[in-house]
């Protein structure tokens, strides 16, 4: 049994100002969700109800359904569409009333690799950056990511700070000539794959010329002598082999990146959807941390989500092994604090399924 939400342009004027064209052809019409709709078995066609009926429907099937089977019988899927509160309340609703961590979204399997590289880099996944941070950088540094095409709102804020800052570079990562890249200072056309030979050669290139930020490095990351074993191999020269790029394209990279008084990057699916998209993500973050373009205004990694609120949905967090606010499911003192915040006995501590996990788990 599913409620639907029924798209319908049969609106009247009143509803939608002067924004509605009814003389338009109905595909280029507005739509919007007028009323719900009810089917009482798969094979049964979809009826109009109102909404108390539906909601009384969703509400006995599921009691039911926890009462034959348990909690875990049940589950949530979502997208990056609802407000970070709509999140909230769905997570207490599945983790600590109902008392399955079976809720998952589509963060999933769109920004895995960015949950996991801001956890693997910092400890957890939050951004230490904001859109307000465009209008103060100097460098931005745009990879996997066709801005201009994909984030049009947030590219006319480039473009904007842009015009303000005629001296701000805009460096372009990615193996297609995109619209972005049009609009690039310094366009990195690399092998794709190679993200990590590229980020890794730059760090390479600001360890020789001594482009550092050692006073932030001693203060705050861990692991940099290892990491810096690790970038010894990485010469612009190999680099430039396995990249397909120009040595001095890539050093240029390099020291406008270091050299900059606040870098910013921003990226997106071109480093997350891979096998090594954590270490894509890692490699980069590494260049922020050794730089220290971190932590103030107009610097940091800031992941771009391809739909508008899918980082809410991480920070309260509608994925199935995290709970509110970055507290972690496997800490039992982080558990504790949520179970008392909700006033609930406990949170359920094991994992629910992942998003690939409950689609099997619904077609078995």
């Not at 089977?69 to 999140?87: C, K, R, S």
């Not at 460096?171 to 609009?183: C, K, Y």
């Not at 002598?225 to 397909?244: F, S, W």
């Not at 989500?305 to 920070?315: F, Y």
Request: net charge negative; with cysteine; proline share 5%.
């Amino acid at each position: 049994e599913f409620v639907f939400g029924d798209w319908s342009s049969d609106v009247c004027s009143s509803d939608l100002g002067s924004t509605l064209d009814l003389s338009a052809a109905p595909e280029t019409r507005a739509v919007r969700a007028l009323y719900p709709e009810l089917r009482s078995d798969r094979g049964a066609a979809r009826q109009r109800t109102d909404w108390d009926s539906a909601l009384d429907h969703i509400a006995e099937r599921f009691a039911a359904i926890i009462a034959e089977h348990g909690p875990d019988a049940v589950a949530f899927y979502g997208a990056g569409q609802l407000l970070t509160e709509d999140y909230y309340v769905f997570n207490k609703l599945a983790k600590g009333l109902i008392g399955t961590n079976n809720l998952d979204t589509n963060s999933r399997l769109c920004m895995s690799s960015a949950v996991a590289g801001y956890k693997l880099s910092l400890g957890t996944d939050a951004p230490p950056c904001s859109y307000e941070d465009i209008d103060a950088t100097d460098c931005l540094f745009i990879a996997g990511s066709n801005t201009a095409f994909a984030h049009p709102i947030v590219f006319r804020r480039v473009e904007e700070a842009r015009k303000a800052n005629p001296d701000m570079k805009l460096v372009v990562v990615d193996p297609r000539r995109t619209d972005t890249a049009e609009s690039a200072d310094l366009f990195l056309p690399l092998l794709p794959g190679t993200d990590i030979a590229l980020y890794n050669a730059m760090l390479h290139v600001m360890l020789w010329e001594g482009w550092l930020d050692r006073d932030y490095i001693d203060a705050h990351p861990e692991g940099f002598d290892a990491l810096k074993q690790l970038v010894r191999e990485y010469t612009p020269t190999m680099a430039a082999t396995v990249c397909g790029l120009p040595k001095k394209d890539i050093e240029q990279a390099a020291e406008w990146f270091a050299r900059a008084d606040a870098t910013l990057s921003m990226y997106c699916q071109g480093l997350n959807q891979y096998a090594s998209g954590t270490h894509k993500n890692s490699a980069l973050i590494n260049l922020h941390l050794a730089t220290g373009h971190i932590g103030r205004p107009g610097a940091g990694p800031l992941s771009l989500t391809g739909q508008p609120n899918a980082m809410g949905g991480r920070e309260v967090c509608w994925l199935a092994n995290l709970l509110s606010a970055h507290r972690d499911m496997a800490d039992p003192t982080h558990r504790a604090e949520v179970a008392a915040l909700w006033g609930v006995p406990e949170v359920p501590a094991t994992p629910g399924k992942s998003a690939v996990e409950l689609f099997q788990a619904l077609k078995d």
